[in-house]
């Protein structure tokens, strides 16, 4: 199975079906041509996957690598702002947690 450019795709299709002008033909031919033209502009991106993973895949190596030699130590709390934090509480007993409120 072959990976064909649009305009080779299309000429193979022509090429099975001919000059046939039934409206099934038509309507396939028109959901062949709209399929393509969706996938090619799905794929036309600015950016590359490829240049996105290697960058990602370089800060997480990096990351990794420098813990393990001291630049980033295990005993420091990461940075959470204050309504993200546990609120200290008195802890409870047992009887605490059957006990009905009056």
């Not at 960058?55 to 813990?67: L, V």
Request: proline letters at 4%; zero cysteines.
């Amino acid at each position: 199975m072959a990976v064909l450019k649009k305009e080779e795709l299309l000429a193979k299709f022509k090429e099975v079906v001919g000059d046939s002008t039934d409206d099934k033909v038509l309507s396939l031919f028109d959901d062949v041509s709209d399929t393509i033209v969706d996938l090619e502009s799905k794929t036309k991106e600015d950016t590359t996957w490829k240049e996105k993973y290697e960058k990602n895949d370089a800060e997480w190596r990096k990351r990794y690598r420098d813990r393990f030699f001291g630049k980033v130590s295990d005993d420091e709390e990461p940075d959470v702002p204050d309504e993200e934090k546990p609120k200290e509480t008195k802890p409870l007993r047992f009887e605490d947690l059957f006990k009905e409120e009056q």
